[in-house]
């Protein structure tokens, strides 16, 4: 199954936060976290199951430093959720499912 992940970068971030006609969910990340490789699937499971109500996006804070440093990421994983172009939520650290479920529910 092809992944439901956008990967955004320095140069298409804009846009897609823009774009986008549901809540844009941006998981900030790098390879080498351990926290964001257990983070990641979960966000995959949740936008799988919301397809249509959300979009799931990456961005790699070493291979986008320009994003991430407007958005002053001080720690990863950094989930961000953008509605209408602004950045509506800021969850900082991994969570589990329900935790997130409970951080993304009012743009379920």
């Known amino acids: 199954m092809a992944s439901i992940l956008q990967e955004l ?3 298409t971030f804009d846009e897609e ?7 844009l ?5 790098a ?17 799988a199951e919301n397809v249509g109500k959300i979009r799931l ?3 790699n804070v070493d ?3 320009a994003v991430a440093q407007r958005y002053n990421i001080m720690s990863i994983p950094t989930i961000m959720v953008f509605q209408d172009g602004v950045m ?3 969850i ?3 969570k589990g499912k329900g935790q997130l479920l409970e951080d993304f529910a009012e743009f379920l």
Do not use: H, Y
């Open 9 to 11: 970068t320095n140069e």
């Open 57 to 59: 996006a990456k961005l």
């Open 31 to 47: 390879e080498w976290c351990g926290p964001c490789r257990m983070v990641a699937p979960v966000l995959e499971q949740i936008a």
């Open 25 to 29: 969910i941006v998981d900030f990340w």
């Open 63 to 65: 291979d986008a430093p």
């Open 17 to 23: 936060v823009g774009a986008s006609e549901v809540p």
């Open 92 to 94: 900082v650290g991994a």
């Open 88 to 90: 509506k939520k800021r």
